[in-house]
């Protein structure tokens, strides 16, 4: 009875707050804020890694199958986000569904999403740093610009764009739907510049043979490759719709408009992938685009240098964007679960000068930084897939979990053909994980025993549900 008390105080309770956010965002503010956090590395460097080493030019079913598998679980995010809470967390939709428990695990997990998103996209923005820089005469030597697997030192620009960023969120930093607007529009126009240059570039002979890697298949090493392997991977590129569901509480009409942003943005957004990889594999053979810039390289291999210069400039600054609102999210995570009690206190504490909570910030951007610096894209992708992915799994459920045990809950927004299209995200997103290499599920593995051993060993001791029962 303590645990459904708290639960019910913990989660349930927004509706009789004090203080309830501005519903200000209308339907096309919604679309465009899912539009700027999906379009990012995905579209501007795996594309490339996934056509090279996974899918060939049948990428593009990679990014149909992976866009699918996000479709029906961002429609489960919507009904809890419109019903559970504003915040949108998985972290407080697990509370709700499963209990402290599963809310610390899928936490734990959303820890490692977002803090390897983080590196991940650096990633991306130094090579398109380095490729801005090589278009000018300045290019860094590549001993600075890739990580020891590759053959270098550490990925110098990655490490120090994520340190830059810690800086400025020290200082504190605000975000408003025009500024997030006025991004998107600079990749609009970044990616609208490709396909006017690539259009009329495109040779059909790149596209042959068009799936070389077949569907699917695991090599001697463990890894896998083809088109099912490219969608595991590729999916990367879809990561951050969810902030659309987040936004349910300051939507003027959630149950319109949420639905509406999400679909929106997924649909748009897989249709520029399709055109762009598309494109990209038309204009320069597969074989060609394992490059950390593939985007600005093949306009580069075309002999247009000035339209690749420009893309890597709107590029570096909408990447920049996504780093910045993915390093807050996880500052933010990792306080909301040291308010709870799961995490050390010591992760709770503001500084009054700045009112951010600096020690966060500055222990997540220096663990980021040598993430980045050390750990080459390919690897970074794929362990923060199978993390999301494993959100996605849980939050599908926890949508068929609420609708048994809270049918009379408030649902603002409410998927549809439920418990289908649940199930269908739920079955559609675990495959996707199945396709991931075994050393990914290794370190994902590892990181589940690590977080069980802080759950079990500190966290159950300290919870505010230890302290209230």
Not at 244 to 254: D, F, K, L, R, Y
Not at 329 to 344: K, V, W
Not at 450 to 458: A, D, K, P, R, S
């Amino acid at each position: 009875m303590a645990l459904q008390i708290f639960r019910t105080k913990h989660i349930f309770s927004h509706d009789n707050e004090d203080h309830v956010l501005k519903r200000c965002l209308s339907a096309w503010d919604l679309a465009f804020l899912g539009v700027g956090a999906i379009i990012g590395t995905g579209i501007f460097v795996l594309t490339g890694i996934a056509a090279a080493t996974q899918s060939g030019p049948a990428v593009v079913l990679s990014f149909i199958i992976a866009g699918l598998a996000c479709a029906f679980a961002a429609l489960s995010y919507a009904e809890l986000s419109s019903s559970v809470g504003g915040c949108g967390s998985a972290y407080g939709y697990s509370y709700a569904a499963f209990g402290e428990l599963f809310a610390f695990i899928i936490g734990w997990d959303l820890l490692l999403e977002y803090g390897i998103s983080v590196a991940a996209v650096a990633n991306g923005w130094a090579g398109y740093f380095n490729n801005a820089l090589t278009a000018i005469g300045l290019p860094l030597p590549d001993i600075l610009t890739k990580a020891p697997k590759l053959g270098g030192l550490i990925n110098l620009p990655a490490s120090a764009i994520i340190l830059m960023l810690m800086v400025l969120l020290i200082m504190g930093v605000k975000h408003s739907a025009k500024a997030n607007n006025a991004m998107v529009f600079v990749k609009l126009i970044t990616i609208s510049i490709f396909i006017g240059v690539a259009v009329f570039n495109v040779n059909p002979d790149n596209w042959h043979p068009f799936m070389p890697f077949g569907w699917f298949q695991t090599l001697p090493d463990g890894k896998t490759t083809g088109v099912l392997a490219g969608a595991s991977l590729v999916f990367f590129a879809y990561v951050g719709f969810d902030a659309v569901s987040t936004a349910a509480e300051e939507a003027q009409n959630p149950q319109r408009d949420l639905p509406f942003g999400i679909v929106t943005s997924l649909a748009f957004c897989t249709l520029i992938y399709i055109i762009v990889s598309g494109l990209l594999t038309g204009v320069v053979h597969y074989t060609d685009l394992n490059v950390s810039s593939p985007v600005a390289h093949s306009l580069t291999l075309l002999g247009y240098n000035w339209a690749s210069a420009l893309i890597s400039t709107g590029v570096i600054a909408g990447l920049t964007t996504v780093m910045l609102v993915l390093y807050y999210g996880l500052t933010r995570i990792i306080f909301a679960m040291s308010r709870d009690g799961l995490l050390s206190s010591f992760f709770n504490k503001v500084n009054p000068k700045t009112q951010t909570p600096i020690r966060v910030i500055v222990l997540c951007g220096v663990i980021m930084a040598l993430i980045a610096g050390f750990m080459p894209l390919g690897d970074l992708a794929e362990l923060v897939n199978i993390g999301t992915l494993a959100a996605f799994v849980l939050v599908c459920l926890g949508v068929i979990v609420l609708r048994i045990t809270k049918p009379d809950m408030k649902r603002p927004f409410r998927s549809p053909l439920s418990p289908l299209f649940p199930v269908l995200g739920m079955l559609s997103c675990t495959a996707l994980m199945a396709f991931l290499p075994s050393l990914t599920w290794l370190r994902f593995v590892v990181w589940l025993v690590i977080g069980l051993t802080v759950y079990f060993g500190y966290s159950i001791h300290h919870s505010r549900l230890a302290n209230t029962d």
